[in-house]
Structure formats: structure tokens, C-alpha cells
């Protein structure tokens, strides 16, 4: 018989944001965790988030999750623990047309309280000398949102949850079950036994919903960006977070001026679980060759660091969470393809809801 190393009432994998989130909500509930992963806390895809949040999320499937989380973020945590939000701004680039029709969105989010202005591409360029921005696009800039260091925010969560929270830093390699019923997971280091299991560990979560007869399509989507110094060239100081959705780019200032942290959304799929410092010369010209349109000042600037991470995407549809009706007690929160940073604070009250129900 495989040795039982943990029990708890529920059992999460993945010790990335989301299964932490989700987990602190947990204990704050008097619900015992054990948190499975054989890379620890932050160890994957949320340790090398760029921390972007903002209220307004052109995905209308997620629109309210993003706005509560800023809310969260704003207000450091449900115990004011979290770190400072790094209050920027936040500019969110799309086209006009698209602007237009998510006017519900954005009425919602002004009446809801949220601090925004919805402007022309010369306004843009009015306010935010350095950006270049065609005239056929608009944005919806955010005052209040910006960035939080994604590291620190998994370990106040970890704080947060307190002893009611256990590590167990080893692979889970099966979900255990008994007459159609969860009772826990299998590791490499023994069995943990669970009323509840949460699958949230990105595309690792495939193969263990699948040990159930569970279907789980995710598949892993490269992540990288750069660390540029465009030196006296640099855009004053007022830059703010920018997502620009027609190009998938996106930038934001680094700890110290004028240092730049920015990306491009990558096609690159089926690649390695693996984190490195670092990123190769063609991303560096890619996202060099994207970027130097919106902001000019990157087109010869050194590249000064970065890093090379992956997230995991689902093959249909976008991150979701399912309490399945079998094996009672598993829920999967995954497919958040590099934009679960910002929704964390909600998809994590929910999902501990989702686990609550399902222990009845």
C-alpha cells in the first residue's frame, strides 16, 4: 500500500497564482489544504508574470472577474497584505470599431465605480509623448491600474492562508477515486488523501483529469519577454501599462527608469514546462519588430535581460472553471493562457466556492 504523506480536505495542484488564490479562500473558510507541486511557490508560468491588471478586459467572457480583481489588488488582498499596487496606469489599444461595441462594458465598469477615459489615438499621443498610435485605433486608459511583482504576491498569498495550508513540494501523478467519488491524489512522494481535488496546474492538469477518464485539452503556449534600455531616448516617466490588443504586444516600466519590460504574444505551442533566464535573439527581434511601432524608442535599444516561461492554453475555448459531475469533488481551473495574473483574486474566491459545494 502507497504511504499516505498529507490529508486534507481538499487537495490543489498547481502552486501558480489561481491554486494559490483559490487555496488562501479555502482556509479562510476553516477548509484544511495540502498545495501540491513538485516547483514549489510561483515555481512556473506566475513567477515570471509581467503583473499586469486592469479593470477593463476586451475577453467579455472574464470582463467581471478582471474588475473584481483589480478591486482586490487596489485594496492589497483580503487582509492588506498583498504588495502596492504600482499605480501607472493602464492603456488598453484596440480599434475603434471594437471600442465602440464594447461601450456596455465600459458604461458598466464607470458605473460600477472604475476610474476610466476612453480616447482617440490623438489623444493618446497628446498624453503619452513617445507612443505612436495609428489614427484607426482608441483606448480605454485606467489611472489607478498599472502592475504588482507577481513573486511577491504568491508568497503574501501563501502567508495569508496560514497554517491551515500545507506545501508538499512533489509531483501528483493520479487522482484517486472511490465509488464515483474523489478521495485524493497519488504523488511521488505518497498518497494525499482529499475529499476535493483542484486541478490548476496549466497543462500538467491534462494528463492527471485524464488518470479519471476526465477530458482536459490544454496544450503549452511559449511566454517570453525582454528588458529594454532605450537610455535618454526613453518615454517620460508617465508611461503607463500598455496592452495593445491588435498587435498582442504589451509593456510596462521595469524597477528603475527608463528600463522597459515588454512582450508579444507568441503563436509558439507544444513547448517545454521549463523556465530560463533570458530570451533568444529571434523573440528579442520579434518583440523588438512589434513593439517599435507603438513605441519608436525600442528600435535600437539594447535588450538588457528578460525571460522564457510558457503558460498553458485550452485547445477550445478560454480558462474556465468546472466542478465535474464525475468524479465528485474535482474541479479544474486552468486555461488561463498567460491572462490569469489579473483575474486571479476572483477565479480564486470562485473556485474555492465551486470546492466548497462540491465537499456537501
Same mark, same amino acid.
Given at each position: 500500500?502507497?504511504?499516505?504523506?498529507?490529508?486534507?480536505? @481538499?487537495? /490543489?495542484?498547481?502552486? $501558480? #497564482?489561481? +491554486?494559490? &488564490? %483559490?487555496?488562501?479562500?479555502?482556509?479562510?473558510? *476553516?477548509?484544511?489544504? @495540502?498545495? /501540491?507541486?513538485?516547483? $514549489? #511557490?510561483? +515555481?512556473? &508560468? %506566475?513567477?515570471?508574470?509581467?503583473?499586469?491588471? *486592469?479593470?477593463?478586459?476586451?475577453?467579455?467572457?472574464?470582463?467581471?472577474?478582471?474588475?473584481?480583481?483589480?478591486?482586490?489588488?487596489?485594496?492589497?488582498?483580503?487582509?492588506?497584505?498583498?504588495?502596492?499596487?504600482?499605480?501607472?496606469?493602464?492603456?488598453?489599444?484596440?480599434?475603434?470599431?471594437?471600442?465602440?461595441?464594447?461601450?456596455?462594458?465600459?458604461?458598466?465598469?464607470?458605473?460600477?465605480?472604475?476610474?476610466?477615459?476612453?480616447?482617440?489615438?490623438?489623444?493618446?499621443?497628446?498624453?503619452?509623448?513617445?507612443?505612436?498610435?495609428?489614427?484607426?485605433?482608441?483606448?480605454?486608459?485606467?489611472?489607478?491600474?498599472?502592475?504588482?511583482?507577481?513573486?511577491?504576491?504568491?508568497?503574501?498569498?501563501?502567508?495569508?492562508?496560514?497554517?491551515?495550508?500545507?506545501?508538499?513540494?512533489?509531483?501528483?501523478?493520479?487522482?484517486?477515486?472511490?465509488?464515483?467519488?474523489?478521495?485524493?491524489?497519488?504523488?511521488?512522494?505518497?498518497?494525499?488523501?482529499?475529499?476535493?481535488?483542484?486541478?490548476?496546474?496549466?497543462?500538467?492538469?491534462?494528463?492527471?483529469?485524464?488518470?479519471?477518464?476526465?477530458?482536459?485539452?490544454?496544450?503549452?503556449?511559449?511566454?517570453?519577454?525582454?528588458?529594454?534600455?532605450?537610455?535618454?531616448?526613453?518615454?517620460?516617466?508617465?508611461?503607463?501599462?500598455?496592452?495593445?490588443?491588435?498587435?498582442?504586444?504589451?509593456?510596462?516600466?521595469?524597477?528603475?527608469?527608463?528600463?522597459?519590460?515588454?512582450?508579444?504574444?507568441?503563436?509558439?505551442?507544444?513547448?517545454?514546462?521549463?523556465?530560463?533566464?533570458?530570451?533568444?535573439?529571434?523573440?528579442?527581434?520579434?518583440?523588438?519588430?512589434?513593439?517599435?511601432?507603438?513605441?519608436?524608442?525600442?528600435?535600437?535599444?539594447?535588450?538588457?535581460?528578460?525571460?522564457?516561461?510558457?503558460?498553458?492554453?485550452?485547445?477550445?475555448?478560454?480558462?474556465?472553471?468546472?466542478?465535474?459531475?464525475?468524479?465528485?469533488?474535482?474541479?479544474?481551473?486552468?486555461?488561463?493562457?498567460?491572462?490569469?495574473?489579473?483575474?486571479?483574486?476572483?477565479?480564486?474566491?470562485?473556485?474555492?466556492?465551486?470546492?466548497?459545494?462540491?465537499?456537501?
Amino acid at each position: 500500500m502507497t504511504q499516505s504523506v498529507a490529508r486534507a480536505d @481538499v487537495a /490543489v495542484v498547481g502552486g $501558480g #497564482i489561481i +491554486g494559490l &488564490a %483559490t487555496a488562501e479562500r479555502l482556509t479562510a473558510q *476553516r477548509l484544511s489544504v @495540502v498545495l /501540491v507541486d513538485d516547483s $514549489g #511557490i510561483a +515555481g512556473g &508560468a %506566475t513567477g515570471s508574470s509581467g503583473g499586469l491588471i *486592469r479593470a477593463f478586459d476586451p475577453d467579455q467572457d472574464h470582463a467581471s472577474w478582471a474588475a473584481q480583481g483589480l478591486e482586490l489588488y487596489l485594496r492589497r488582498g483580503w487582509r492588506g497584505t498583498w504588495p502596492q499596487v504600482h499605480e501607472h496606469g493602464s492603456l488598453t489599444l484596440l480599434r475603434t470599431a471594437d471600442l465602440t461595441r464594447r461601450s456596455a462594458q465600459t458604461s458598466a465598469l464607470r458605473a460600477a465605480g472604475h476610474d476610466l477615459a476612453l480616447l482617440s489615438a490623438d489623444e493618446i499621443r497628446t498624453r503619452f509623448p513617445g507612443l505612436d498610435v495609428p489614427d484607426d485605433l482608441a483606448g480605454v486608459y485606467e489611472p489607478r491600474g498599472g502592475w504588482v511583482p507577481a513573486r511577491q504576491v504568491a508568497h503574501a498569498l501563501l502567508c495569508d492562508a496560514g497554517p491551515g495550508l500545507r506545501v508538499l513540494r512533489a509531483r501528483a501523478t493520479a487522482v484517486r477515486t472511490a465509488d464515483s467519488r474523489v478521495t485524493g491524489l497519488a504523488t511521488d512522494a505518497g498518497s494525499v488523501q482529499a475529499r476535493a481535488v483542484l486541478l490548476a496546474a496549466g497543462a500538467g492538469s491534462s494528463p492527471l483529469a485524464a488518470s479519471v477518464g476526465v477530458p482536459l485539452p490544454l496544450r503549452t503556449r511559449s511566454v517570453a519577454y525582454g528588458l529594454f534600455d532605450p537610455g535618454i531616448s526613453a518615454p517620460n516617466a508617465a508611461l503607463p501599462t500598455i496592452v495593445d490588443v491588435t498587435t498582442g504586444a504589451w509593456v510596462r516600466r521595469w524597477d528603475t527608469h527608463p528600463t522597459l519590460l515588454a512582450g508579444v504574444r507568441s503563436s509558439a505551442t507544444d513547448v517545454p514546462e521549463t523556465v530560463r533566464t533570458g530570451i533568444s535573439a529571434p523573440e528579442e527581434e520579434r518583440i523588438r519588430g512589434v513593439l517599435r511601432r507603438r513605441l519608436p524608442c525600442l528600435a535600437d535599444a539594447p535588450a538588457v535581460g528578460g525571460r522564457t516561461a510558457y503558460d498553458a492554453q485550452a485547445l477550445a475555448g478560454g480558462g474556465a472553471v468546472t466542478a465535474w459531475p464525475e468524479p465528485r469533488g474535482l474541479v479544474t481551473a486552468t486555461g488561463w493562457n498567460g491572462g490569469g495574473f489579473k483575474l486571479a483574486p476572483a477565479v480564486g474566491a470562485h473556485t474555492a466556492a465551486r470546492l466548497q459545494e462540491v465537499l456537501t
